[in-house]
């Protein structure tokens, strides 16, 4: 079985920026066993698989250790192999994929990639004793979404030279600790970490936004705005807080790679 495969450095214009993610074109399903090792193999921040047809656009997404229900930064490689990878896969001006939780993703192909991820509500939550020791730094305040736990630090320079400490953060559970703090030449800066998904410190992460973005917009008084991830591969985001419930994401990339997987199975 061969199987075609984009290696995409997302939310970047140049090459080892950004976040990478792999996109697999499928023409039906291999069992999940098949799909982790796969991923496993790839050994990316995320490996989305795709099923393109007429009638059901799939998607799905994981990371090394499992199989994740939303990837912003999986999707907008996606759109970007449909938009570019392959005439074949040309489609319009969108693509609404199902993914595995049955929820619909449209992803915008217009000029950059854009994806509206669903608005993450972020309730305040009571910061832990040891957040110093968590993080290096004391927070502003802290708050709490559907699966992560995001921490305002007082600047950037927090958010740069914070030093996480990965079985602190584990331990308050779910995915992660996002931290974030206001920036000069951005509307605001972040860092996310997902030690529970596998995932340290991501380089890029879309659905962090999601509860990012509202936030900072409420802050600021602006529904658009310009962030960057401060990763050791950092990159760039444009987000757009919209009145029902969604935040778009809008977002470069750059075709690393292109190559066939051939699996005999």
């Known amino acids: 079985m061969d199987i075609t495969y984009y290696h995409i450095d997302t939310f970047s214009t140049k090459p080892f920026l950004g976040n990478p993610a792999i996109v697999c074109i499928l023409s039906e399903w291999l069992n999940d066993k098949v799909l982790q090792e796969i ?39 996606a759109g970007f192999v449909i938009k570019h990878g392959n005439e074949t896969l040309q489609t319009n001006d969108y693509i609404t994929f199902s993914a595995n939780d049955n929820q619909l993703l449209t992803v915008d192909l ?4 854009s994806i509206d991820l669903p608005l993450a509500e972020l309730n305040e939550y009571r910061t832990p004793s040891n957040i110093i020791d968590m993080i290096g730094s ?31 953060i584990r331990e308050l559970g779910l995915h992660g600790l996002v931290i974030s ?28 936004h999601a509860g990012l973005a509202p936030y900072w917009a409420k802050i600021l008084d602006k529904q658009l705005l310009n962030a960057r991830q401060l990763s050791s591969r950092p990159g760039d985001l444009q987000c757009r807080v919209a009145d029902f419930g969604k935040v778009t994401i809008t977002a470069d990339c750059f075709l690393f790679a292109k190559g066939t997987l051939t699996l005999q199975i």
């Open 181 to 208: 703090a206001p920036s000069k030449e951005y509307d605001f800066v972040s860092r996310t970490f997902g030690p529970n998904i596998g995932v340290n410190e991501d380089y890029v992460t879309g659905t962090s």
């Open 110 to 113: 217009k000029d950059r990639i």
């Open 138 to 168: 004391m927070s502003e305040a802290m708050f709490k979404s559907h699966d992560r736990y995001y921490a305002i630090l007082k600047t950037e320079d927090d958010v740069v030279k914070s030093n996480p400490n990965f079985d602190l």
């Open 39 to 77: 991923a496993n193999e790839f050994n990316s921040m995320i490996t989305t698989f795709l099923i393109l047809n007429s009638e059901t656009n799939r998607i799905r997404f994981f990371t090394v250790t499992r199989e994740v229900a939303l990837c912003g930064h999986g999707a907008i490689a």
